[in-house]
Nanobody, 115 residues
């Protein structure tokens, strides 16, 4: 089993910044990837950013140049630095950890960007 605990969400004005953290614990081995997804009201959950084992990083086009994902292996933590936030970034942000046979989700953290 894997537990994911997210933190760092909140309310920020447009143009501001937030940093999300996701700490993983439990059976933290054979990890294929870790990443961040988001879901806005009435919309499907979508990929924001993902780090694949080996170092490949993938970003959604909508966040390229504004968001940065990073991973501290020693701390089993993945971060999402979000700059130049826009109202359309408002959503619940979820951390996800992929293993060969199963994926785990965090509980989500709310990010609200006011205009």
């Amino acid at each position: 089993q894997v537990q994911l605990v997210e933190s760092g969400g909140g309310l920020v004005q447009a143009g501001g910044s937030l940093r999300l953290s996701c700490a993983a614990s439990g059976s933290i081995f054979s990890i294929n990837a870790m990443g961040w997804y988001r879901q806005a009201p009435g919309k499907q959950r979508e990929l924001v950013a993902r780090i694949i084992s080996g170092g490949t990083v993938i970003y959604a086009d909508s966040v390229k140049g504004r968001f940065t994902i990073s991973r501290q292996n020693a701390e089993n933590t993945v971060y999402l630095q979000m700059n130049s936030l826009k109202p359309e970034d408002t959503a619940v942000y979820y951390c996800k950890l992929d293993k060969p046979s199963y994926s785990y989700w965090g509980q989500g953290t709310q990010v609200t960007v006011s205009s």
